[in-house]
């Protein structure tokens, strides 16, 4: 069965770091595009952070731009998402998915979806 996996959120306060991370199974992540979700509450999930395969390509949100940072280790199969400088407008649901057709670091359509981890940022 293919999973996603993500782990790594809880409740930080502001200026605080998380690194979240998105474990496969039953498949090898190196040869995906893997993008970075989040849904506050009331609000529409928006795109984070995106990375090509090869970890060659990435974008971010203009929110996030200079404070999250999106990496790879195909090793591991896994795939990260390190966040600083966290503000209480951070908060929400973090998800990965995976692009299991284009590998070209845009995360316009993503066809395999993680469960989420919780990210809380307050005092």
């Known amino acids: 069965q293919l999973q996603l996996v993500e782990s790594g959120g809880g409740l930080v306060q502001p200026g605080g770091s998380l690194r979240l991370s998105c474990a496969a199974s039953g498949f090898t992540l190196e040869y995906y595009t893997i993008g970075w979700f989040r849904q506050a509450p009331g609000k529409e999930r928006e795109g984070v952070s995106c990375?090509?395969?090869?970890?060659?390509?990435?974008n971010y949100a203009t929110s996030v731009k200079g404070r999250f940072t999106i990496s790879r280790d195909n090793a591991k199969n896994t795939v990260y998402l390190q966040m600083n400088s966290l503000k209480p407008e951070d908060t929400a649901v973090y998800y990965c998915a995976a692009d299991l057709i284009e590998d070209d670091g845009s995360c316009l359509g993503m066809d395999y979806w993680g469960q989420g981890t919780q990210v809380t940022v307050s005092s």
């Open positions: 990375i090509s395969s090869s970890g060659g390509d990435t």
